[in-house]
């Protein structure tokens, strides 16, 4: 299970960059955007590419990894690549960046897994992915629906713009106008804890 590929994007929007080496400094990559909290790394493996028939860097990964079955790497779990030690958060949801390649549905689990940095540190093409413990950490829900709930039960203990909360769970920053309606849906306790900033204007 080696890195056979490194990307960086430098923007949203822009292209990936493929480069050799990635340095993490103050837990995220260095030269690329500032990542949301629980969604500092993208991984997806040679296998998955070759399945949807893509070229690396269409997923917008940050890592593949080759002989690898993504669903091994699971929600909680501690792995190391190079000096970096990643914790496993949830998989990547499929997003209009990727909407050429298949559907929503069919892409569901079959994209890649994010990640969070939990030492700074470096590691290049060629270096071994091992893994520190399965389950060490928390598991952390794929649904953004389901971690807006977990969220709000387990992290904030008083009150919460409606920015920070997507912000924080790694749920996309524009969903904050159907966040109420979101709120209402799934029937998510807490939602009184949710401020937006008419209520503090």
């Known amino acids: 299970m080696k890195v056979t590929h490194l990307f960086i994007k430098k923007q949203t929007d822009s292209e990936m960059n493929l480069v050799e080496s990635l340095t993490v400094v103050d837990l995220q990559i260095v030269g690329q955007k500032v ?4 969604r500092s790394v993208l991984i997806t493996s040679k296998s998955l590419l070759d399945y949807w028939k893509i070229k ?13 079955d993504i669903s091994e790497l699971q929600s909680g779990d501690e792995i190391k690549i190079g000096e ?6 949830f998989n990547c949801e499929p997003c209009g960046k990727v909407a050429h390649i298949a559907s929503a549905g069919k892409l569901k689990k079959k994209r890649g897994v994010l990640g969070v940095f939990l030492n700074d540190g470096n590691f290049c093409i060629g270096d071994k992915l091992s893994w520190v413990q399965k389950n060490k950490h928390e598991q ?9 709930k977990w969220y709000l039960k387990e992290k904030v203990t008083g009150h919460i713009l409606a920015k920070d909360l997507l912000w924080n769970c790694g749920v996309a920053p524009g969903m904050i106008r159907a966040l109420p309606r979101i709120l209402d849906k799934h029937e998510i306790r807490g939602k009184d804890k949710v401020k ?5 204007a």
């Open 35 to 38: 990542s949301q909290p629980l």
């Open 140 to 148: 952390i829900p794929d649904e953004h629906f389901d971690r807006i």
């Open 196 to 200: 937006y900033q008419k209520d503090i």
């Open 84 to 89: 970096v030690r990643i914790r496993i958060t």
């Open 56 to 68: 690396p860097g269409v997923f917008r990964e940050n890592v593949v990894i080759d002989d690898i």
